[in-house]
């Protein structure tokens, strides 16, 4: 037992390490952090200029909208990296297969992939949100920031996504390299159901349904009522607030739980599959 | 004998140059129509992803109660969007990748001109683009009952073609920069793709922001060419959101369409020699 749990620390560490060298040591560790900002910014940017061109002036929704969609930043970056690190290794780097036959797991190896892009993430996500507050008008005090709620909710939000990117990066391994990556997409299709950019009131009842059982929905329910004080004013209708910040809470542990113990099964198998059908070294440059 | 009829006479019988150029195009764009074909998993991702991606843009719109004609403003910039991810990641990233997996030094000793080889990307590539743009204009228009009141069809398949030329040609240029960089290709692609949805007014009229601006971001073609496609698929909603007239903005694509294919054609051929020089050809993992 002992032994294993070494083996998984050291291939998290190097999965780790390799992440962020591969991010990161292209350029100062600044203009990294600099860099790791303009997906966040921009993307509030552009519902800023949304609302701008609607209204003209301020409006309720932008608080809702700028903090979701900058902190669903994260929800990109680790389902990217996750999913993205084993097309770089098997087809860039041509590294997977040795990945695979080295005595230490693959699992933890990715989740030290995609720590390591998150990592840079914990100091964009703030800096832009500042951004925001400084520029935008952006109603975010540090009085009143719920810092429980704050730091019960982040790594919880965060263990979540990483199984979730765990599952993707599993799928990928039976998969081609398509235009840009499967992360991308499917980070960009989880705005819908996520409450990201509108309560999730505004989507027909069944995607509202949908909604409800993804649990990155709750997460970003918390990390608005962390941050913003008006998160659960009712005129905004996001359908969650009969839920208290403890429920919340328990429904992200939930979630961890289950979605850890299904990506662990569908890595055990997805790398099972890759390896019978021999596609652990697949080249796919069309 | 002149040294022209001497070279005439010593080189051997074989296709022209034009026969050449149109072999390596189709035999460049071949690998992508099929490739598409035998991974369906594209279908999902690069299709059914991105559509609910849009929607998401499509329904904070709902949220705010804008009018429909908005939410058709989106939707073309959602499916024009697809023209970009595939300019970046299949067009400007490609010559890298294809560095980095070892088919470069291929093409380099192929007996045609690399713009071939980059046309064939392009045309390939454009397949199943205009797939997954179609399908979100249609499946968009479908569900949110958007009505598209096309005042004139020939401006508006010139604009479309236009801008699709002058982008594509962009994406030439890029891959040709992109050759001789290391891993900063990777991330300055990563760093072009949000600020050019934000700076080319994909979700909101590019006259939001303000002229100085929005001047700039029609180095971007998609920029004029979304403007110009707008006016004419919502000449109501834009009479009071248009940037340039449909034919100042035709005329600029056309403009830039030229220079465009005119400079990746010299920056292909400098920055394969600099390469040459500099031993960077086939130089992987940097």
Redo the contacts between chains.
């Keep these: 037992m002992r032994t294993r749990l070494a083996s998984t620390w050291t291939a998290f560490r190097v999965g780790a390490w390799l992440g962020w060298k591969?991010e990161s040591n292209?350029?100062h560790p600044l203009i990294y952090v600099l860099?790791s900002m303009?997906?966040p910014l921009?993307?509030g940017?552009?519902?800023y200029?949304?609302?701008?061109?609607?209204?003209g002036g301020a409006?309720p929704?932008l608080p809702y909208?700028f903090i979701g969609t900058v902190v669903y930043a994260l929800v990109g970056a680790l389902l990217n990296s996750m999913a993205w690190a084993v097309l770089e290794d098997r087809?860039?780097?041509g590294m997977l297969k040795f990945i695979a036959i080295a005595p230490a797991a693959m699992y933890p190896y990715l989740w030290g992939r995609g720590f390591a892009k998150v990592l840079a993430n914990f100091v964009a996500v703030p800096l832009t949100l500042l951004v925001g507050v400084l520029f935008l008008g952006l109603p975010i005090q540090l009085g009143t920031i719920d810092w429980a709620l704050l730091l019960g909710a982040l790594p919880l939000g965060v263990l979540v996504i990483t199984f979730i990117g765990q599952i993707l990066a599993s799928m990928t391994l039976m998969?081609?390299r398509?235009?840009?990556s499967?992360g991308e997409?499917?980070a960009?299709?989880l705005?819908?159901?996520t409450g990201?950019?509108?309560?999730i009131t505004?989507?027909p009842s069944w995607a509202e349904a949908i909604a409800r059982a993804i649990p990155l929905t709750y997460w970003l329910e918390c990390m608005r009522r962390a941050l913003w004080t008006a998160a659960r004013d009712p005129a905004l209708n996001t359908g969650l607030s009969q839920l208290s910040n403890a429920a919340l809470l328990l429904i992200l542990v939930g979630s961890a739980v289950a979605l850890g113990a299904l990506s662990f099964a569908i890595q055990r198998w997805a790398e099972h599959r890759a390896k019978e059908k021999g596609l652990l070294d697949m080249?796919?440059?069309? | 004998m002149t040294t022209a009829e001497h070279s005439a006479a010593r080189r051997p019988k074989g296709p022209s140059k034009t026969v050449i150029f149109v072999r390596s195009v189709i035999g460049r764009a071949y690998?992508?129509v099929?490739?598409?074909q035998?991974?369906k998993?594209?279908m999902f991702?690069?299709i059914?992803?991105?559509l609910?991606?849009t929607?998401?843009?499509v329904?904070?719109?709902?949220?705010?109660g804008?009018p429909n004609d908005?939410k058709g403003l989106v939707l073309l910039g959602g499916a024009m969007s697809a023209f970009w991810?595939?300019v970046?990641?299949?067009m400007a990233m490609q010559l890298y990748?294809?560095k980095?997996?070892g088919?470069l030094q291929l093409y380099m000793l192929a007996p045609t001109s690399r713009m071939a080889i980059l046309t064939g990307m392009a045309l390939?590539?454009l397949v199943?683009?205009t797939v997954r743009a179609a399908v979100i204009l249609l499946g968009g228009a479908l569900l949110f009952g958007i009505e598209y009141s096309v005042t004139s069809w020939p401006w508006a398949i010139a604009v479309f073609l236009l801008s699709l030329v002058a982008l594509y040609g962009l994406g030439m240029l890029l891959s040709s920069i992109f050759l001789v960089y290391?891993?900063?290709a990777?991330?300055v692609t990563?760093?072009l793709?949000?600020?050019v949805?934000?700076g080319s007014g994909?979700?909101?009229?590019v006259r939001?922001?303000g002229t100085v601006a929005a001047s700039a971001a029609s180095l971007v073609p998609l920029t004029l060419g979304l403007d110009a496609m707008r006016q004419l698929l919502f000449p109501e909603m834009m009479q009071n959101?248009y940037f340039l007239s449909v034919k100042a903005e035709a005329a600029l694509l056309l403009a830039l369409s030229v220079v465009f294919i005119a400079a990746a054609r010299w920056s292909l051929n400098r920055m394969e020699r600099k390469s040459r020089q500099d031993g960077r050809l086939t130089e992987r993992?940097n």
């Design positions: 591969t292209w350029t860099w303009i997906r921009t993307s940017l552009i519902f200029f949304m609302l701008r061109v609607l209204r409006n929704l909208v087809e860039r780097m998969m081609a398509h235009g840009g499967i997409s499917l960009a299709a705005y819908l159901f990201a950019l509108f309560p505004v989507l080249q796919t440059s069309y | 690998p992508r099929i490739g598409l035998r991974e998993s594209w991702f690069d059914l992803l991105p609910l991606a929607m998401s843009y329904l904070f719109y709902t949220a705010t804008a908005f991810m595939n970046l990641w299949s990748w294809d980095e997996q088919n390939g590539g199943a683009t290391g891993r900063g990777w991330q990563v760093a793709q949000e600020p949805f934000f994909f979700y909101f009229p939001a922001l959101f993992g």
